[in-house]
């Protein structure tokens, strides 16, 4: 960037003086070409790069200093299906007619001079639109609905539409295929460049992402997906070349793939870990059971879809010539054909819905990479079903599809953050807005990255081998002495400090680098007989720039929010502000409840939910309700102990709630209980009496392990009501349980935890004794005593009787209050989770399950059994194509139309059909002479 600011500014101080300029400054083109050491070239070059690095920069920011906390999201219903119509709505005004048929002939002109041919051609009649079967302009109509649906479902985490979203992560698998076998049958370019040109389309705004973010490559798992199955169709079609064009031997081919499929994914063998035994199996980011793992399931469930597109692509021709000798048919017979052809593929795809679609999310995944291919052949043949429809596409869609990869990739950090697990907050307290502001910027730093990833490739790598690899070299040496000056400046701590010490790298290597490109290049025509002052202007300049952008930067980083990190304890103070608000679950609701009430998040919607108070941005006390998948993974392994008195039981019962239980309360009142849930512990004792967690403290003390991780405690209702004369008993008892639990967290490094008594409302007090001792004047003392006995001890110190005063009159016998209120107690008990959890020993070996468990044989062997059907039929509809023509006398069959499918494609493209099937035509002929001499001996 700093050679492109002082390509900058030279341009500027040359241009700007008085005297005319000795040549006119480089201009930017608009079709990139290979990249030549001269200014104009490396100027476009470096203003490519320069753009590249804002944008991996504006990722950067997003997702490590937000201007606001990152949002938290929720799932609106009407919101995701007011938004899905409204794009149908939109879409459909934008209909137009495709490109030109591609098989198209214009006729030839029959005049000779150039007047009449213009003449000729101006009253031509306008090409028809392309009608092909799955044409380009639809595939990228597909590629656009479905993105926006996979984005809507990321961005309101609409869990109940995963199934759908899994078969259009099929689709896009399935067209790897598809697109790929269709380059290299048509093309035959099986060169390197032409595989390095595929890899950088595909991995290079990934790796920028990676490097930039501290991301691993599994966590982007569409771009490793497509990578992998793009190898795969590359070595089928490479190996044996010379089978590729042949009207079987190919077929052997994707039968022989079929079967290597089939062993490594559908039966439990060791080849899948064997030829990835690379891989890791220890927890990373992306990969929580560890890559090797992650790997396997995400090429699971769609271990069969690329090579279904394969086998589609391959009958594509035969299925051109079928579809057109189907519409020359008499109208009634067309349709007859038609139909016979779509009712039991239609019959199939109502089958799979009201069947294996409506499975949950587990048992759906097992099946997909069998059955997803039936809504995927359903929608192909009948978006397909006739002339106008193919002919016609929604350019708004059409857009939408030419970038779906940056679309993907820049979801994680611009749209939402966190790697897609959070929203990004930039209109805070307007979520509509919010959503309208974030989505321009999204879709256009999208449209930029994906010009750039072109523009970048076909500078750095056009066609030629040689200069191809020196330009990745170039780009390796670059990377490794980036991460090696980027290892250093981590030693500056600080983000601010962190901006100085880029921008001092920054400028001074930048300018060491002008001044060997200046050395080899030789002076400039425009700088010739200038004086030493005028040629360091531009690094004057540049240097300025970059001291301003980087003191801005400087204080916006310093006050801005954070990434999702564990709560600090400096957060503590903070975790029980707030108030008690009645809330419907809608973004609307929300957000307007937190303007109104100064409110920085709620623990919950629907009915009367807690809301924290705002807090400082940078701060990082960034308090949100807690799931039950986080709360799990949090707690996955460890221990919580309640102990206390009836409201530490409710306690106790409210985070069994949260955390997913499915089982009734335990039995017992006044009794010990414990209940796991997944792999985490939680526990509760009856220690009403502060003398009783005196005694169990102690106990504890003794053993040579932690009995738990963290420790929830809280009393004095049962001293206050039966120990009513003892109150300087109590407050000596209560410095000897803080002294134990000192001497515990010194020792054993538990969480602690205090959360005094609820509010009590008098009127409700069911026993004379109770109105006596019980009432909120008493236990007001205790609870006194409890707040100026608290010391540095407790992890948390919850005043759970300022958290009731607002709902005092629903505590329904005086001291106990609806579910509700405990639900949001727990809520505000396990943010200090992430402070007062002990550090976890170091990771055991990954306990994953073993590569081979999803697979299926049974339906693995039907997959064999359809694919083979679909090769050797030659039809793409997986057979169902082929059926007509059993039973009705004009509908064609694939088998015979392979010759007439092929020879013209094969002329075209420059392969001689005779030449390549003559060893075939051999075979068929010495098989059929060797058929007739047994029937002669026979006889």
């Known amino acids: 960037m700093t050679l492109h600011l002082l390509s900058i500014f030279k341009t500027y101080y040359y241009y700007s003086s008085s005297s005319p300029p000795l040549s006119s400054p480089p201009a930017p083109t608009r079709h990139a070409t290979a990249v030549s050491f001269n200014r104009p070239s490396l100027s476009l070059l470096l203003r490519s790069l320069s753009h590249f690095g804002v944008v991996l920069g504006l990722c950067y920011l997003c997702e490590f200093h937000p201007p606001n906390?990152?949002?938290?999201?929720?799932?609106?219903?009407?919101?995701?299906?007011?938004?899905?119509?409204?794009?149908?709505?939109?879409?459909?005004?934008?209909?137009?007619?495709?490109?030109?048929?591609?098989?198209?002939?214009?006729?030839?002109?029959?005049?000779?001079?150039?007047?009449?041919?213009?003449?000729?051609?101006?009253?031509?009649?306008?090409?028809p639109p392309d009608s092909t079967v799955l044409n380009r302009d639809q595939t990228e109509e597909w590629k656009g609905w479905m993105q926006f649906m996979f984005l809507l479902y990321h961005y309101y985490a609409a869990s109940e539409t995963y199934n759908s979203i899994r078969i259009m992560i099929t689709c896009y698998v399935w067209m790897t295929g598809f697109g790929n076998f269709s380059f290299f049958y048509i093309k035959r370019d099986f060169s390197l460049v032409r595989v390095l040109q595929m890899l950088w389309r595909l991995n290079f705004l990934v790796t920028g992402l990676c490097l930039a973010m501290g991301n691993t490559y599994i966590l982007y798992y569409i771009c490793p997906l497509h990578t992998f199955f793009f190898g795969m169709v590359y070595a089928t079609m490479r190996l044996a070349e010379g089978w590729n064009h042949t009207r079987r031997k190919v077929r052997y081919?994707?039968?022989?793939?079929?079967?290597?499929?089939?062993?490594?994914?559908?039966?439990?063998?060791?080849?899948?870990?064997?030829?990835?035994?690379?891989?890791?199996?220890?927890?990373?980011?992306?990969?929580?059971?560890?890559t090797l793992w992650e790997w396997y399931f995400r090429t699971s469930l769609d271990h069969w879809s690329t090579f279904l597109g394969m086998c589609f692509a391959l009958n594509y021709p035969v299925l051109a010539v079928w579809v057109a000798k189907v519409e020359s048919l008499e109208p009634w017979r067309e349709w007859r054909v038609k139909a016979a052809v779509g009712m039991p593929l239609l019959a199939t795809f109502v089958w799979w819905a009201r069947g294996p679609f409506m499975e949950g999310k587990l048992l759906y995944n097992a099946s997909n990479a069998y059955l997803g291919i039936i809504p995927l052949t359903t929608y192909i043949y009948f978006r397909n079903l006739t002339p106008y429809l193919r002919s016609r596409t929604m350019s708004l869609?059409?857009?939408?599809?030419?970038?779906?990869?940056?679309?993907?990739?820049?979801?994680?950090?611009?749209?939402?953050t966190s790697n897609a697990k959070s929203l990004l907050i930039l209109v805070k307290g307007y979520p509509k807005m919010n959503f309208l502001v974030v989505t321009a910027v999204y879709f256009t730093v999208s449209r930029k990255a994906y010009r750039l990833t072109m523009e970048l490739r076909g500078m750095l790598l056009p066609n030629d081998l040689s200069f191809c690899l020196r330009s990745l070299s170039v780009m390796f040496l670059s990377v490794l002495a980036s991460l090696a000056a980027a290892a250093v400046m981590t030693d500056f701590g600080s983000a601010p400090c962190?901006?100085?010490?880029?921008?001092?790298?920054?400028?001074?290597?930048?300018?060491?680098?002008?001044?060997?490109?200046?050395?080899?290049?030789?002076?400039?025509?425009?700088?010739?007989?200038?004086?030493?002052?005028?040629?360091?202007?531009?690094?004057?300049?540049?240097?300025?720039?970059?001291?301003?952008?980087?003191?801005?930067?400087?204080?916006?980083?310093?006050?801005?929010?954070?990434?999702?990190?564990?709560?600090?304890?400096?957060?503590?103070?903070?975790?029980?502000?707030?108030?008690?608000?009645?809330?419907?679950?809608?973004?609307?609701?929300?957000?307007?409840?937190?303007?109104?009430?100064?409110l920085g998040s709620v623990a919950g919607c629907g009915g009367y939910v807690w809301g924290w108070e705002e807090a400082e941005v940078d701060s990082g006390c960034r308090f949100v309700a807690r799931s039950t998948k986080e709360l799990r993974d949090t707690l996955a392994g460890r221990t919580v102990a309640f102990v206390g008195e009836s409201h530490l039981r409710n306690q106790f019962y409210a985070l069994l709630r949260l955390l997913g239980s499915t089982s009734e309360k335990p039995p017992g009142y006044h009794s010990d209980m414990r209940e796991t849930v997944g792999s985490a512990t939680v526990e509760f004792y009856w220690k009403p009496y502060v003398a009783d967690q005196v005694e169990y403290a102690r106990e504890w003390a003794k053993g040579s392990e932690a009995a738990a991780d963290v420790?929830?405690?809280?009393?004095?209702q049962w001293d206050c009501l039966h120990n009513p004369t003892h109150f300087e008993d109590y407050k000596a008892s209560l410095h000897d349980l803080i002294g134990l639990l000192e001497e515990l967290k010194r020792r054993k490094g538990i969480g602690v935890v205090f959360v005094t008594p609820p509010t009590v409302n008098d009127s409700r007090l069911g026993t004379d004794e109770k109105k006596?001792?019980?009432?909120?004047?008493?236990?007001?003392?205790?609870?006194?005593?409890?707040?100026?006995?608290?010391?540095?001890?407790?992890?948390?110190?919850?005043?759970?009787?300022?958290?009731?005063k607002e709902r005092v009159q629903e505590a329904y016998d005086g001291v106990h209050y609806p579910d509700d209120v405990y639900d949001a107690l727990v809520?505000?008990?396990?943010?200090?989770?992430?402070?007062?959890?002990?550090?976890?020993?170091?990771?055991?070996?990954?306990?994953?399950?073993?590569?081979?468990?999803?697979?299926?044989?049974?339906?693995?062997?039907?997959?064999?059994?359809?694919?083979?059907?679909?090769?050797?039929?030659?039809?793409?509809?997986?057979?169902?194509?082929?059926?007509?023509?059993?039973?009705?006398?004009?509908?064609?069959?694939?088998?015979?139309?392979?010759?007439?499918?092929?020879?013209?494609l094969h002329k075209k493209i420059g392969v001689a059909s005779s030449e390549v099937n003559k060893e075939e035509d051999e075979e068929d002929e010495r098989e059929g002479l060797l058929e007739l001499k047994k029937i002669e001996a026979t006889t």
């Open 397 to 416: 869609l059409h857009t939408i599809g030419k970038t779906t990869l940056e679309t993907y990739l820049l979801q994680h950090h611009i749209w939402l």
């Open 711 to 716: 420790l929830v405690l809280g009393n004095g």
């Open 772 to 804: 006596e001792f019980m009432t909120e004047e008493h236990v007001h003392d205790y609870r006194d005593q409890q707040v100026l006995t608290a010391s540095t001890v407790f992890d948390l110190f919850v005043d759970f009787g300022g958290m009731t």
């Open 253 to 290: 081919k994707l039968f022989l793939l079929s079967i290597v499929i089939f062993l490594t994914w559908d039966l439990p063998s060791p080849l899948f870990s064997l030829f990835n035994s690379f891989l890791s199996t220890s927890p990373c980011i992306g990969a929580k059971q560890g």
């Open 827 to 904: 809520q505000v008990v396990v943010q200090s989770f992430d402070w007062a959890l002990p550090a976890k020993e170091a990771s055991s070996p990954s306990s994953s399950p073993e590569p081979g468990s999803m697979g299926n044989p049974i339906l693995g062997l039907f997959m064999v059994l359809v694919s083979t059907v679909s090769i050797f039929c030659m039809d793409s509809y997986l057979g169902l194509g082929y059926l007509p023509s059993l039973f009705l006398s004009d509908a064609p069959r694939h088998t015979r139309l392979w010759d007439e499918a092929f020879s013209a």
């Open 69 to 127: 906390f990152h949002g938290e999201k929720l799932y609106d219903r009407d919101m995701f299906f007011f938004l899905t119509f409204l794009l149908i709505g939109c879409a459909a005004l934008t209909v137009k007619e495709n490109g030109p048929d591609p098989n198209y002939t214009p006729p030839k002109s029959a005049s000779s001079t150039p007047a009449g041919k213009e003449i000729e051609a101006r009253s031509r009649p306008k090409p």
């Open 498 to 598: 962190g901006v100085w010490s880029v921008f001092l790298v920054s400028i001074s290597s930048g300018i060491v680098l002008d001044s060997l490109i200046e050395r080899r290049l030789g002076p400039d025509s425009r700088e010739a007989g200038s004086g030493v002052a005028p040629r360091l202007l531009p690094h004057v300049s540049t240097v300025a720039a970059g001291l301003v952008f980087a003191t801005l930067l400087s204080a916006y980083m310093g006050r801005s929010a954070g990434r999702i990190e564990p709560l600090p304890f400096a957060c503590s103070a903070g975790a029980a502000r707030g108030r008690f608000a009645e809330l419907q679950c809608s973004e609307e609701s929300r957000d307007g409840l937190l303007r109104a009430q100064g």
